[in-house]
């Protein structure tokens, strides 16, 4: 059964930092690419970033030169790396994975919170 665990988030200061895990257990194939989302109040859920196999990312334009998503495949876990926080970033972060063959995704985790005081 895929599973898929966060860790890492909390409460910081504007300009502050955290790093989220996601530990993925259960698989039986690689996923195409593994992906970051989050969920702000009353907002809906938004693609942050994502990595491939061949470990190529793309991040959406409010997080980039802030965010770095990275993988360690050897632990199957996956990473956000988040520096100079807003508030704007305050939201539930998820990890996701895709299928095999295509970046389409298919399996979420439960989420961490991550909140951001200005």
């Known amino acids: 059964q895929v599973q898929l665990v966060e860790s890492g988030g909390g409460s910081v200061q504007a300009g502050g930092s955290l790093r989220l895990s996601c530990v993925a257990s259960?698989?039986?194939?690689?996923?195409?690419?593994m992906g970051w989302f989050r969920q702000g109040p009353e907002k809906a859920r938004q693609w942050v970033a994502s990595?491939?196999?061949?470990?190529?990312?793309t991040y959406t334009d409010s997080v980039k030169g802030r965010f770095t998503i990275s993988k360690d495949n050897a632990k199957n876990t996956l990473y956000l790396q988040m520096n100079s926080l807003e508030p704007e970033d305050t939201a539930m972060y998820s990890c996701?994975?895709?299928?095999?063959?295509?970046?389409?995704?298919?399996?979420w985790g439960q989420g961490t919170q991550v909140t951001v005081s200005s």
């Open positions: 996701a994975t895709s299928f095999p063959s295509r970046c389409s995704y298919i399996n």
């Open positions: 259960g698989y039986t194939y690689r996923p195409y690419c």
């Open positions: 990595i491939d196999y061949r470990g190529s990312t």
